[in-house]
């Protein structure tokens, strides 16, 4: 066990060194820690940051790519001039590029079928949806129009049904009834006056002796 002299300290944690400490690899969580402290440290500073990948400059790229590719090959050598000549290689360069050549048109032509049958595809689904709102629309308009006509029959209804409502008789109704039943009796007692008694003695009745 060594002894706590000076000797003992190590030299990166001695104040008296110069030397820079030592530091440990950072892990992913403590390297975005140092990030963000450092972004931090300076609020004022305008940060640039790089535009976005998207589809279109994806798409741009690739194209540069091709583009790259010459559109025309001069001075394309046939095999039987390469063949068994020093000149080979320079016939299999050149016959690589007009491949290539030929391989991005044949690319270039069928993206632009899809692109075409992709448009003409979206068109007619476009229409068709189209068409197909155009219909459940005029259905809707004509069952609005349907309730609306028996909105005002349902109130002809209901205005018939009040009148037409069996209300419990008073005194004085259906005698127009009887009367036209041609019933003498039945119009002297439905009639609008009361029946007349006779003025008479009525009914005497004698003890026997």
Do not use: C, W
């Not at 300076?42 to 279109?56: T, V």
């Not at 991005?104 to 979206?122: A, H, S």
């Not at 003498?184 to 009639?191: K, L, T």
Request: charge should be positive; proline fraction near 6%; aromatic fraction near 2%.
């Amino acid at each position: 066990m060594s002894a706590n002299t000076p000797e003992s300290i190590p030299t990166s944690s001695d104040p008296r060194s110069k030397r820079p400490t030592k530091k440990r690899a950072l892990s992913p969580t403590s390297l975005q820690a140092a990030t963000l402290s450092t972004l931090f440290s300076k609020p004022d500073q305008e940060i640039r940051l790089p535009p976005p990948l998207s589809s279109s400059s994806s798409t741009s790229g690739s194209l540069v790519a091709k583009r790259a590719v010459p559109e025309i090959v001069t001075n394309v050598q046939g095999s039987s001039a390469g063949a068994g000549s020093g000149e080979f290689h320079v016939y299999k360069a050149s016959r690589r590029r007009e491949y290539e050549r030929l391989r991005v048109m044949d690319e270039e032509v069928q993206e632009e079928k899809d692109r075409e049958e992709f448009e003409r595809g979206r068109k007619e689904r476009e229409m068709r949806d189209e068409e197909k709102t155009r219909r459940n629309r005029e259905r809707r308009e004509r069952k609005k129009g349907k309730r609306g006509g028996n909105g005002k029959g349902g109130e002809k209804g209901a205005e018939a049904g009040k009148v037409g409502k069996v209300l419990p008789r008073t005194v004085g109704e259906g005698r127009d009834e009887d009367m036209a039943d041609g019933d003498g009796e039945g119009q002297e007692r439905d009639g609008g006056q009361p029946a007349v008694v006779a003025s008479g003695p009525g009914l005497v009745i004698h003890d026997d002796d």
